[in-house]
């Protein structure tokens, strides 16, 4: 019989106060060196947000008083024994060691063990964790946090250039991770400075969205409807049928692969036709969608709901994903991208995209096809201004372009082309615009980038 593995014990707890306040409780050695019990309140009142604040101080005052460098002064200037520490100081003795103030290091090893599912992203913790080891902490791991400067950041931007990161890694380095960490440092109270907004950096290279032909878009659901997959380890080979609905219902609903990878049986009613978007799936853990707007009811087509009801198993329960792999598991949208780029080069389609592009294809088709714009957001989870500054380019008409082009062929003056009357195709976003058998129709579009993800 294994040992149970006794807890760690919490060198600083958070309990609340008769008054309903909350408050530290922590043993720590006197001026005296004597030990003693401390109990101080604190003057926020017991509610979520202010307990996440007040144990997050906590686990950093336990950090320091497990390894000896708490300053009692620092924390509580006007504690229950702040004058007998301020006796021992103005007597000239110096009651806590230079090693009491954080370093980047010091202070990174005690954040990063707050920075895990469910209170952020898997890939946010994945990225703290790689950016700070493999970049921040060998060139500033020593460095105070009170002593961060706008040259030590320029120190860092250089060595990491020396290193022949790209441009977008390195600000994704300093500019998003190692900003997070120092501004939960002042957030917790500790003397961390702030010069990023000090730092200059040249302007951000966007790529556009890239997305599919229509004609490469039934090239590739072909492919994986006929693709023959090997089971259980062994060297037989047999279709599997909820990839082709996993990326046919990428295609035709404008959802991020991680929303359909998280989707449960009972988020889907096929009866009226929607999909309930309420989480999204990376990296084997389950958080809330992107965005407040990501929260959504997806309206299927009539093809997708045909597609998806032999998914819906005659025993399944409600909890059960409806995208599985070929072990049965969750679909994983990593796992799932080496068979979806796999697929592209066997079919010599080129450029090779990621399955971002298939939200870019739903989109453009739509706009290129004149959806209304605002239940296209609504659709997609996209705010309406992204939809206009990313996928503007295909919101245009046929009739307009023929125009246009017989403007640019002309070459006898006295013989102008015919002025044509037309439309655009954009109009009230409360006008109904289509129908469901217009939907997708016979428009083609033209690939051209990745669709853009806004710092988190």
Same mark, same amino acid.
């Given at each position: 019989?294994?040992r149970?593995?006794?807890?760690?014990?919490?060198?600083?707890s958070v309990q609340?106060?008769?008054?309903?306040?909350?408050?530290?409780?922590f043993?720590?050695?006197?001026p005296?060196?004597?030990?003693?019990?401390?109990?101080?309140?604190t003057a926020?009142?017991?509610?979520?947000?202010n307990?996440?604040?007040v144990e997050?101080?906590?686990t950093?005052?336990?950090?320091e008083?497990?390894?000896g460098v708490?300053?009692?002064?620092r924390?509580?200037?006007?504690?229950?024994?702040?004058?007998?520490?301020?006796?021992?100081t103005?007597?000239?003795?110096d009651?806590?060691?230079s090693?009491s103030?954080?370093?980047i290091?010091?202070?990174?090893?005690?954040?990063?063990?707050?920075?895990?599912?469910?209170?952020?992203?898997a890939?946010a913790?994945?990225?703290?964790?790689n950016?700070?080891k493999?970049?921040?902490l060998d060139?500033?791991?020593?460095?105070?946090? +009170?002593?961060?400067?706008?040259?030590?950041l320029? +120190?860092?931007?250089?060595?990491l250039?020396?290193?022949?990161?790209?441009?977008?890694?390195i600000?994704?380095?300093?500019?998003?991770?190692?900003?997070?960490m120092?501004?939960?440092?002042?957030?917790?109270d500790?003397?961390?400075?702030f010069?990023?907004?000090?730092?200059?950096?040249g302007?951000?290279?966007v790529?556009?969205?890239?997305?599919?032909?229509?004609?490469?878009?039934d090239r590739l659901l072909?492919?994986?409807?006929?693709?023959?997959?090997?089971?259980?380890?062994?060297n037989?080979?047999?279709p599997?049928?909820?990839y082709?609905?996993?990326?046919?219902?990428?295609?035709?609903?404008?959802?991020?692969?991680?929303?359909?990878a998280?989707v449960?049986?009972?988020?889907?009613?096929?009866?009226?036709?929607?999909?309930?978007?309420e989480?999204s799936?990376?990296?084997?853990?389950e958080?809330?969608?992107?965005?407040?707007?990501?929260?959504?009811?997806?309206?299927?087509t009539k093809?997708?709901?045909?597609?998806l009801?032999?998914?819906?198993?005659?025993?399944?329960?409600?909890?059960?994903?409806?995208?599985?792999?070929?072990?049965?598991?969750?679909i994983?949208?990593a796992?799932?991208y080496?068979l979806?780029r796999?697929?592209?080069?066997?079919?010599?389609?080129t450029?090779?995209?990621?399955?971002?592009?298939?939200?870019?294809?739903?989109i453009?088709?739509?706009?290129?096809?004149?959806?209304?714009?605002?239940?296209l957001?609504?659709?997609t989870?996209?705010?309406?201004?992204?939809?206009?500054?990313?996928?503007?380019?295909?919101?245009?008409?046929?009739?307009?372009?023929?125009l246009?082009?017989?403007?640019?062929?002309?070459?006898?003056?006295?013989?102008?082309p015919?002025?044509?009357?037309?439309?655009?195709?954009?109009?009230?976003?409360?006008?109904?615009?289509?129908?469901?058998?217009?939907f997708?129709r016979?428009?083609?579009t033209?690939?051209?980038?990745f669709?853009?993800?806004?710092p988190?």
């Amino acid at each position: 019989m294994t040992r149970r593995r006794k807890p760690k014990r919490q060198a600083c707890s958070v309990q609340t106060t008769p008054n309903g306040l909350l408050r530290f409780r922590f043993r720590a050695p006197l001026p005296d060196g004597s030990i003693h019990y401390f109990s101080e309140a604190t003057a926020l009142s017991d509610t979520r947000p202010n307990r996440a604040r007040v144990e997050r101080q906590a686990t950093l005052m336990g950090a320091e008083l497990r390894v000896g460098v708490f300053d009692y002064l620092r924390w509580f200037p006007n504690g229950n024994r702040a004058a007998e520490y301020l006796a021992l100081t103005n007597a000239g003795v110096d009651a806590s060691p230079s090693e009491s103030d954080w370093t980047i290091r010091g202070y990174f090893n005690e954040w990063i063990e707050t920075k895990k599912p469910p209170d952020v992203r898997a890939s946010a913790e994945r990225d703290y964790r790689n950016h700070f080891k493999s970049y921040v902490l060998d060139v500033l791991g020593d460095v105070p946090l +009170d002593q961060l400067s706008l040259a030590h950041l320029e +120190d860092l931007r250089q060595t990491l250039r020396g290193r022949k990161l790209s441009e977008k890694t390195i600000r994704n380095v300093i500019d998003g991770s190692f900003r997070a960490m120092m501004r939960d440092a002042g957030q917790d109270d500790i003397a961390a400075a702030f010069p990023f907004p000090k730092l200059r950096w040249g302007e951000k290279i966007v790529p556009g969205p890239s997305p599919f032909t229509e004609a490469e878009r039934d090239r590739l659901l072909a492919h994986f409807r006929a693709k023959q997959w090997k089971v259980g380890g062994f060297n037989n080979t047999k279709p599997h049928y909820p990839y082709y609905a996993f990326l046919y219902t990428l295609f035709f609903t404008g959802m991020r692969p991680s929303e359909a990878a998280a989707v449960r049986i009972r988020c889907v009613n096929l009866g009226i036709g929607t999909l309930q978007v309420e989480r999204s799936r990376h990296l084997g853990m389950e958080s809330p969608p992107k965005t407040q707007r990501s929260r959504r009811a997806v309206r299927l087509t009539k093809a997708n709901v045909a597609v998806l009801e032999p998914l819906i198993e005659l025993k399944a329960q409600p909890d059960d994903y409806l995208f599985k792999n070929v072990r049965g598991e969750p679909i994983e949208q990593a796992n799932f991208y080496d068979l979806f780029r796999d697929a592209q080069r066997a079919l010599e389609i080129t450029p090779l995209r990621d399955l971002y592009s298939t939200k870019d294809t739903y989109i453009s088709v739509a706009l290129t096809n004149g959806v209304s714009l605002s239940w296209l957001s609504e659709q997609t989870g996209v705010a309406l201004g992204t939809i206009l500054k990313h996928y503007g380019r295909f919101i245009h008409s046929t009739k307009a372009d023929e125009l246009e082009l017989a403007k640019i062929e002309v070459t006898h003056h006295e013989n102008p082309p015919a002025q044509v009357q037309f439309e655009h195709p954009v109009e009230h976003p409360d006008t109904p615009q289509f129908t469901s058998a217009q939907f997708f129709r016979g428009r083609k579009t033209s690939p051209t980038g990745f669709e853009p993800v806004s710092p988190t």
